[in-house]
């Protein structure tokens, strides 16, 4: 009922579409509601829905690198963290600093250097972790103490022989700790999906007393089910003292497949928060892609009614950084990131595609950074020009690491009509690894045939001096390879060993990835060349100068 100038009565009785809009009858096509406001009743009034905001908590840094065969150096966790900030991620975990040296170190460097999220370590609920993990996070923009125990009774029972009191006090004590030396405490139940219910309920509580400001809910086995772990989470948020005052978190693997699933059935129950990584990295089988949790929720926002902040435009470009870091390639089918993501073959699908994009997709690959202008540089394109191309596409280089890519892109301009932004962004990347060296390739040269034996003679810089060295092997590569061991007396057993063009047509950029294993530690290696003999041997030195490192 609408009350105008004391006299006047209108009643508009609204009607509730399907699709959420407000109708007025069509039979009041103008109301006067005086000489200055006038209604037409025929516009339609969207329903007004509040969006969640969903954080995105990224675990790339700690929970990814630990499958097995990746080990990151600083420089490449710096890589990776500065792509993350790009991508607007919420917190970046970089890592568990009381786990190694080189853990630490990375923590504290990404936290002097990241600004605009939160940076935080994982500690167990021990006063030496914790001290520790605020240790390498106090010099944070905004740091975070993420705290754990785990509560069911199968780890209370074997791992800590104690009682669920026991762990209660253990919990709420590590918190307190915590929270005086930072603002801002995770606190995870590890293993809460085998655990029970209530007592879940009871720790949470009496920790959000303590001070926790998040509250996390890790399937650390990947053991739960999508309507199992929804019921979960509305039990947690209907019976959890305080946990109104604080955000829930949701961190899911991925052993039965489900962990992009559970973490969206968790943010659909009232999640506000969500632990993944790019690529689905972590142990055993991995955890929730980011990936996959974010263009879910952006595509079906209206289902979600929620919203993350990130910009999906850098969704590609760090799936790219990531595996070439670790030296994990993404499978070609992989949801969103994967090469066929994209890719339509059959003929039916082709046609419609032809007609409408729509009719086959559901999201655009600009959407996550791909196919977007492409902008061809030649070996007349000069320094400025490169570097500006390199800072549009996201990138923040040192002036001397802009000199070391224009010198590659020189080279690679002789040897390719065109470079295209990909084969620039390849450079790039190469260039993240790009530190003084041990051995630098001075020279090489390979003899092989179906009737003859591969042979190799390859001559290395050794801290500037050249040294050459001679083998035979089953293959040219093979042979290059026994060459090097000779010249650097590293022994190390070749575990994988992959290739893949990096751009297309007959002057490619091709991208080696090798992983070798010294002492029971494993290393990744990189080379970018349009030779694939060069980028291979480039890889393995690669490798090879990091055990160097590793070794000093």
């Not at 890589?79 to 190694?100: K, M, P, W, Y």
């Not at 394109?381 to 020189?410: C, M, P, W």
Request: proline share 3%; aromatic share 6%; hydrophobic share 40%.
């Amino acid at each position: 009922m609408v009350k105008l100038g004391g006299t006047t009565r209108v009643t508009l009785v609204p009607k509730v579409t399907g699709r959420g809009f407000f109708v007025f009858p069509p039979k009041i096509k103008l109301i006067n509601l005086g000489p200055k406001l006038s209604f037409n009743s025929s516009l339609k009034f969207k329903e007004v829905t509040q969006m969640k905001m969903v954080k995105i908590f990224d675990t790339t840094l700690r929970d990814g690198e630990q499958s097995a065969g990746i080990n990151l150096n600083v420089d490449e966790k710096l890589q990776i963290a500065r792509q993350l900030a790009r991508l607007n991620v919420d917190i970046i975990e970089a890592g568990f600093a009381i786990a190694s040296p080189g853990d630490f170190t990375a923590i504290q460097a990404i936290a002097r250097e990241i600004k605009g999220v939160t940076v935080c370590s994982l500690s167990r609920a021990v006063k030496a972790d914790i001290e520790r993990a605020w240790e390498a996070l106090k010099e944070a923009e905004n740091p975070l103490i993420h705290t754990f125990i785990a509560t069911s009774d199968i780890h209370m029972k074997y791992k800590f022989n104690k009682e669920p009191d026991q762990i209660v006090s253990m919990a709420v004590e590590a918190v307190k700790y915590a929270k005086s030396l930072c603002p801002n405490i995770e606190f995870s139940a590890e293993d809460a999906t085998r655990s029970d219910w209530d007592f879940l309920c009871r720790i949470f509580g009496e920790v959000i007393k303590a001070g926790a400001t998040i509250i996390n809910v890790p399937d650390t086995v990947g053991y739960a089910i999508p309507s199992e772990f929804a019921k979960m989470i509305q039990y947690l948020k209907e019976n959890t003292p305080g946990i109104d005052r604080v955000s829930l978190s949701v961190h899911c693997h991925n052993d039965l497949g489900l962990a992009v699933s559970n973490s969206l059935a968790a943010v659909a129950n009232g999640a506000d928060q969500v632990e993944c990584t790019i690529n689905g990295l972590g142990e055993r089988a991995g955890n929730a892609a980011l990936e996959e949790v974010v263009m879910a929720i952006k595509t079906r926002a209206e289902n979600f009614k929620a919203q993350t902040r990130i910009v999906t435009e850098q969704i590609h470009r760090s799936s790219l950084l990531v595996s070439t870091l670790t030296g994990k390639p993404v499978q070609h089918n992989k949801a969103i990131v994967g090469s066929n993501a994209f890719a339509h073959e059959a003929g039916i699908h082709q046609d419609g595609m032809l007609k409408n994009r729509m009719t086959y997709e559901i999201m655009t690959p600009e959407s996550i950074g791909l196919g977007q202008s492409n902008i061809i540089l030649g070996k007349h394109s000069g320094r400025h020009a490169v570097k500006n191309r390199i800072q549009e596409l996201g990138y923040n280089l040192s002036e001397a690491e802009i000199d070391n890519t224009y010198q590659r892109f020189i080279e690679l301009a002789d040897k390719k009509k065109e470079v295209t932004d990909s084969d620039l962004e390849a450079l790039v990347r190469n260039e993240f690894k790009a530190i003084t060296d041990k051995y630098e390739l001075d020279y090489f040269h390979v003899s092989t045939g179906n009737s003859t034996i591969p042979t190799a003679t390859i001559r290395l810089k050794v801290d500037g001096t050249p040294i050459q060295e001679a083998s035979c092997g089953d293959g040219p590569i093979e042979a290059i390879y026994k060459a090097i061991d000779r010249i650097t007396d590293v022994t190390v057993k070749l575990d994988e060993y992959n290739i893949k063009a990096v751009t297309s047509g007959e002057d490619a950029l091709g991208e080696v990835i090798v992983k070798v294993r010294e002492n029971g530690h494993a290393y990744v290696g990189r080379g970018l060349s349009t030779d694939i003999i060069e980028a291979s041997t480039l890889a393995y030195l690669h490798a090879i100068n990091k055990i160097v490192r590793a070794i000093k």
